[in-house]
């Protein structure tokens, strides 16, 4: 069992940028994927960016070359730099563990806003 929680929405300016944080609790279980997900208002919910331990980070066509996704192994957090935030990024953005048992844990979500 994975306990998440996350930090760091809030409000910017277009072309601003925030960081985002997830921390994983201690389990005996190993994360295999570490993900952000996104629901923006009246979309579906997608993956905005995607780390393993096995290739390296993928990230959803809107968001390449503006968002990082990076990873603290020991502490076992992970993170989203977000840079050259758009309108169009406004949503709801979660965290995601899947583990070694193929379980799916998801943080409870942290808005995050960008407007003038």
């Known amino acids: 069992q994975v306990q998440l929680v996350e930090s760091g929405g809030g409000l910017v300016q277009p072309g601003g940028s925030l960081r985002l944080s997830c921390a994983a609790s201690r389990s005996q279980f190993t994360i295999l994927n570490k993900r952000w997900y996104r629901r923006a208002p009246g979309k579906q919910r997608e993956m905005v960016a995607s780390?393993?331990?096995?290739?390296?980070?993928t990230y959803a066509d809107s968001v390449k070359g503006r968002f990082t996704i990076s990873k603290n192994n020991t502490e076992n957090m992970w993170y989203l730099q977000m840079n050259s935030l758009k309108p169009d990024d406004t949503a709801v953005y979660y965290c995601?563990?899947?583990?070694?048992?193929?379980?799916?844990?998801w943080g409870q979500g942290t808005q995050v806003t960008v407007s003038s």
């Open positions: 995601n563990a899947l583990t070694t048992l193929l379980e799916s844990y």
């Open positions: 780390i393993s331990a096995t290739g390296p980070p």
